[in-house]
């Protein structure tokens, strides 16, 4: 596969048997990258928190605002998107290169689906300004040893983690694993993060988490704001600041009205 990196572990086989986060987003997406344990877990997720289609299309359309104001607003033109997800709508190398051609994009997953789509991802770019890395977050060494052949880490990128803290536990370290992400890039950088939260729509979404980790092979954390305000300490929140996602610059009255149990900021390394 052009441009795709990644440890050489050789392929992975796709278990169908328990649903992955990767294809169960997808579902709530509506897209055809799925199975049916996928769509057990979504639906038993549904019934707890009948939000959850319209929370994760928030943060989808929170995604695609956070790219166009890093490049178009922060003049960014480096993104590390890890936890990129099955490819949807407005996927960042769109975005970004929609507003600069030369943004440089490299996309980061553990998931063998979302693998075999990361031609998907890299066709028809400006060649040589997309990579893709079949590597574990849990792993940040190897993930910016990785993202160094095709970004400059001495020049401002912008870290993303959309959706993707609330699959990493605490015995995992995950205010660790961001802090050596943003160690390793200079100031100027960003931070774009999104997680679902525990302190919106709290009851429901505590039965659609025990829900889901009873159905699928990674376990959420949702995560209050204090909790996720973590994650951005020493970095300085743009405005609103860290708020459901909905309300970061809505685009639209659409969107600002749209509702999520996440929350999501972006933020720049001083
Ligand atoms: C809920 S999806 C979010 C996709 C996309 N960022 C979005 O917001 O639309 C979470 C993604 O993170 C990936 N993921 C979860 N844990 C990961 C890890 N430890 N390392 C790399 N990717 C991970 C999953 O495979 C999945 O594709």
Redesign the pocket.
Same mark, same amino acid.
């Given at each position: 596969m052009p441009g795709e990196t990644g440890p050489a572990e050789g392929p992975r086989t796709i278990d169908t048997s328990v649903a992955?986060?990767?294809r169960v987003?997808d579902y709530w997406l509506g897209g055809k990258d799925n199975f049916a344990a996928d769509r057990a877990a979504g639906d038993a997720v549904m019934e707890a928190y009948p939000g959850i289609v319209m929370s994760?299309r928030a943060?989808?359309a929170f /995604?695609a605002r956070a790219v166009r104001f890093l490049a178009a607003e922060a003049g960014i033109r480096q993104f590390l998107?890890?936890?990129?997800?099955?490819p949807?709508a407005n996927n960042t190398h769109e975005v970004a290169q929609s507003v600069a051609p030369g943004c440089r994009v490299v996309y980061?997953?553990?998931?063998p689906v979302?693998l075999t789509y990361a031609h998907a991802l890299l066709t028809g770019a400006t060649p040589g300004t997309i990579d893709y890395i079949d590597?574990?977050?849990?792993d940040p060494q190897t993930v910016l040893q990785h993202a160094a052949r095709t970004l400059d880490l001495k020049k401002p990128v912008a870290v993303m983690l959309?959706?993707?803290m609330h /699959?990493?536990v605490d015995e995992d370290d995950p205010y660790g694993i961001v802090g050596r992400l943003m160690d390793a890039v200079p100031p100027g950088s960003y931070l774009a993060l999104?997680q679902v939260a525990s302190d919106i729509q709290a009851e429901q979404m505590a039965e659609g988490a025990k829900r889901y980790n009873r159905l699928a092979r990674?376990t959420q954390r949702h995560r209050n704001r204090a909790e996720v305000a973590r994650f951005f300490d020493g970095l300085e929140l743009a405005e609103p600041g860290l708020v459901p996602v909905q309300q970061w610059r809505p685009a639209s009255e659409l969107e600002a009205t749209a509702r999520s149990a996440m929350w999501g900021g972006v933020a720049r390394k001083p």
């Amino acid at each position: 596969m052009p441009g795709e990196t990644g440890p050489a572990e050789g392929p992975r086989t796709i278990d169908t048997s328990v649903a992955h986060s990767a294809r169960v987003h997808d579902y709530w997406l509506g897209g055809k990258d799925n199975f049916a344990a996928d769509r057990a877990a979504g639906d038993a997720v549904m019934e707890a928190y009948p939000g959850i289609v319209m929370s994760v299309r928030a943060n989808r359309a929170f /995604l695609a605002r956070a790219v166009r104001f890093l490049a178009a607003e922060a003049g960014i033109r480096q993104f590390l998107d890890i936890g990129t997800g099955i490819p949807a709508a407005n996927n960042t190398h769109e975005v970004a290169q929609s507003v600069a051609p030369g943004c440089r994009v490299v996309y980061v997953d553990y998931d063998p689906v979302v693998l075999t789509y990361a031609h998907a991802l890299l066709t028809g770019a400006t060649p040589g300004t997309i990579d893709y890395i079949d590597a574990d977050l849990r792993d940040p060494q190897t993930v910016l040893q990785h993202a160094a052949r095709t970004l400059d880490l001495k020049k401002p990128v912008a870290v993303m983690l959309i959706a993707v803290m609330h /699959l990493i536990v605490d015995e995992d370290d995950p205010y660790g694993i961001v802090g050596r992400l943003m160690d390793a890039v200079p100031p100027g950088s960003y931070l774009a993060l999104s997680q679902v939260a525990s302190d919106i729509q709290a009851e429901q979404m505590a039965e659609g988490a025990k829900r889901y980790n009873r159905l699928a092979r990674e376990t959420q954390r949702h995560r209050n704001r204090a909790e996720v305000a973590r994650f951005f300490d020493g970095l300085e929140l743009a405005e609103p600041g860290l708020v459901p996602v909905q309300q970061w610059r809505p685009a639209s009255e659409l969107e600002a009205t749209a509702r999520s149990a996440m929350w999501g900021g972006v933020a720049r390394k001083p």
